[in-house]
């Protein structure tokens, strides 16, 4: 099995930049694409983006390309979601997921049918105005 660990959320100041890692282990993570989703207080869960451990798929919403870049670490089986120019409004819990397929993460929040197979303990972002 998928085991994930996210980190480094905390307290930020709006306008800055922060980046959070999921950690994967287990035997067949590399085969899995790795997402991330945000939570805010009384809002839906929200997709981030999604990416593979190898190739060039990446997927970004078109309301959140810019400020929110997904990168890897082959090395250290992390994935990497860096948020710039952060604003009050990301607020939010956030959490990365893994399945076989980068189509389930892509389309999950509209289609709670399509579950990833694995989630994160997430991660709680403040922004600070």
């Known amino acids: 099995q998928v085991q994930l660990v996210e980190s480094g959320g905390g307290l930020v100041q709006a306008g800055g930049s922060l980046r959070l890692s999921c950690a994967a282990s287990g035997s067949t993570f590399s085969t899995y694409a790795v997402g991330w989703f945000r939570q805010a207080p009384g809002k839906e869960r929200e997709f981030i983006g999604a990416t593979k451990w190898s190739g060039s798929s990446t997927y970004y919403p078109d309301s959140l390309k810019g400020r929110f870049i997904i990168s890897r670490d082959n090395t250290k089986n992390t994935v990497y979601l860096q948020i710039t120019s952060l604003k009050p409004e990301d607020t939010a819990v956030y959490y990365c997921?893994?399945?076989?397929?980068?189509?389930?993460?892509?389309?999950?929040?509209?289609?709670?049918?399509?579950?990833?197979?694995?989630w994160g303990q997430g991660t709680l972002v403040t922004v600070s105005s």
């Open positions: 997921a893994a399945d076989p397929k980068l189509h389930t993460l892509v389309v999950h929040t509209t289609d709670k049918n399509m579950n990833p197979e694995v």
